[in-house]
């Protein structure tokens, strides 16, 4: 793990903010790059989000677009906190969050993964169920989630 980077994925959440500082704090301490991902999941039904498209292809267009420009805001201010010989890398991945996680993980070797818990209980978690407790289970490397 000490030589490996730490993946941070990311649903533009304050949780997932407060988790993203603990990233940045390991990938220092250990002295090895960071990873901020995040998954633009298929929309689920005929949602428009507030924004007017034409066609799936569009809203899919513009999702990406709206994903890449937050992401890009994170990894500038996450680089300003890293020390200058560590770099911060970034991508916007497309489908499952779950599984999207867990092929970036292992494409790229990850040492850790820092992920936020949003701490769901009762009928919001079992129609919810979270993507931090199943990555924890599954992932082939440590899983850090914080709350």
Do not use: W
Not at 23 to 43: F, N, Q, W
Not at 134 to 145: G, T
């Amino acid at each position: 793990m000490r030589t490996r980077q730490i993946l941070c994925p990311t649903d533009f959440s304050e949780t997932a903010s407060h988790a993203l500082g603990y990233a940045i704090e390991m990938a220092t301490l250990y002295g090895v790059d960071l990873r901020i991902v995040h998954v633009v999941s298929e929309p689920y039904g005929a949602h428009n989000y507030g924004i007017v498209v034409e066609s799936q292809e569009e809203l899919e267009q513009h999702l990406h677009a709206y994903a890449n420009g937050k992401l890009g805001e994170i990894v500038r201010d996450a680089q300003i906190k890293m020390p200058p010989h560590l770099k911060v890398h970034s991508e916007v991945r497309t489908g499952g969050v779950l599984g999207q996680i867990l092929l970036d993980a292992e494409e790229y070797d990850v040492g850790m993964i820092v992920i936020a818990s949003h701490a769901h209980s009762g009928l919001t978690h079992l129609l919810n169920p979270s993507v931090a407790e199943e990555l924890a289970n599954k992932a082939k490397c440590p899983v850090m989630v914080v709350k």
